[in-house]
């Protein structure tokens, strides 16, 4: 990381920002160009390393470039406005970038998947083992091998441009 100030080092730190954001970024290789698509995620911590997992239909791109390669990349942000600097203005924002690798699983640990995905999302009175069962959705676990976070400014400020 270019601006070592920057990084967040603390574990604790990039749990708590992995359960504030609401939305993963997932990069596949594909070509000429790679794939980019938003998902909703959970997660856990296993064995020492992150594990996320997301939901998808059983067929269709993201799985076929998973197929092809597993190697994936993830991004998770917040953004919590903007501020003025010496030179102009500036996101006020934290984020992770993960790399790891992406497969498909069942059964329970399909079940435990959703149940994850289900619970960072805050929905309620859903269940995970009753989607499992209509066999429409895919459950794809990611791995993490590699997980690095930054922000801009140590402490949330208030945005220089709030909504009304």
């Known amino acids: 990381m270019r601006k070592a100030n920057r990084e967040i080092t603390d574990s604790f730190e990039l749990k708590m920002l992995l359960d504030g954001c609401q939305t993963m970024r997932l990069g596949l290789h594909d070509e000429p160009y790679p794939y980019i698509v938003p998902l909703s995620f959970g997660w856990e911590e296993k064995d020492g390393k992150i594990v996320l997992y997301f939901h998808c239909a059983k067929e269709g791109k993201k799985l076929d470039l998973i197929e092809?390669?597993?190697?994936?990349?993830?991004?998770?942000?917040?953004?919590?406005?903007?501020k003025s600097t010496a030179h102009g203005v500036t996101a006020d924002y934290r984020s992770i970038i993960a790399f790891g690798r992406a497969e498909r699983v069942y059964g329970e640990e399909l079940v435990h998947g959703l149940e994850l995905l289900l619970q960072h999302c805050h929905v309620e009175g859903y269940s995970a083992r009753e989607c499992a069962a209509t066999?429409?959705?895919?459950?794809?676990?990611?791995?993490?091998?590699?997980?690095?976070?930054k922000?801009?400014?140590?402490?949330?400020t208030a945005p220089l441009f709030p909504e009304n």
């Open 68 to 82: 092809k390669n597993a190697n994936v990349c993830a991004e998770f942000d917040t953004l919590g406005g903007y």
């Open 151 to 156: 922000e801009r400014f140590k402490h949330m």
């Open 135 to 149: 066999e429409l959705t895919a459950v794809v676990k990611i791995t993490v091998e590699q997980l690095t976070g």
